[in-house]
T-cell receptor, first 112, second 116 residues
């Protein structure tokens, strides 16, 4: 079963715009991670935020975590065509030791 | 480091045949994971190993699936006999633990399996 659910399922924006996607989950977590998957490739880790953190930045990425609402958001600023990919959140649940559960993903298309 | 290496990249087989997928994790990682990705079910965790020992195989769909990790640098996922519904992309990933939580996973490029 999927722990995280991303919203929206698909997102289409133009270069230079910001892209925001959300992830909701069901149980307590140790950390939440975001991954990117380009078409036909494996997943690549983007950023990890721990349950005691509220916000984290990495380059053009900004991740927030609200454990009271069991939700996270990923913001990509000043998007580029190369950001076109599927983005997945993954949760390391407190009661599922070692199991990183992935959501269904958000498909992002950035047009030049 | 070359990253997680999976082989073959593509596999086409006929129903009833045995399929073996291979994975070489990143050196020094003590956790290895097998995931399956389909459009309908997304990414599913099949099984994971810690120090070559299977820890949780509750995601393995049926007895037709088996996984082994004979040493720290090699793992296999076998399907016998294969069925068309096994068609998917199979990913291997490796990682390490830090404290009480799992750290980031490093994924291989996957094996695209088609069972005709």
């Amino acid at each position: 079963s999927q722990q995280g659910e991303e919203d929206p399922q698909a997102l289409s924006i133009q270069e230079g715009e910001n892209a925001t996607m959300n992830c909701s989950y069901k149980t307590s977590i140790n950390n939440l991670q975001w991954y990117r998957q380009n078409s036909g490739r494996g997943l690549v880790h983007l950023i990890l935020i721990r349950s005691n953190e509220r916000e984290k930045h990495s380059g053009r990425l900004r991740v927030t975590l609200d454990t009271s609402k069991k939700s996270s958001s990923l913001l990509i600023t000043a998007s580029r065509a190369a950001d076109t990919a599927s983005y997945f959140c993954a949760t390391d649940a407190s009661d599922s030791w070692g199991k990183l559960q992935f959501g269904a993903g958000t498909q992002v298309v950035v047009t030049p | 480091d070359a990253g997680v290496i999976q082989s073959p990249r593509h596999e086409v087989t006929e129903m009833g045949q045995e399929v073996t997928l291979r994975c070489k994790p990143i050196s020094g990682h003590d956790y290895l994971f097998w995931y399956r990705q389909t459009m309908m079910r997304g990414l599913e965790l099949l099984i994971y190993f810690n120090n070559n020992v299977p820890i949780d195989d509750s995601g393995m769909p049926e007895d037709r699936f088996s996984a082994k990790m004979p040493n720290a640098s090699f793992s296999t996922l076998k399907i016998q006999p294969s069925e068309p519904r096994d068609s998917a992309v199979y990913f291997c990933a490796s990682s390490s633990f830090l404290g009480q939580s799992i750290e980031k996973l490093f994924f291989g490029s996957g094996t695209q399996l088609s069972v005709l």
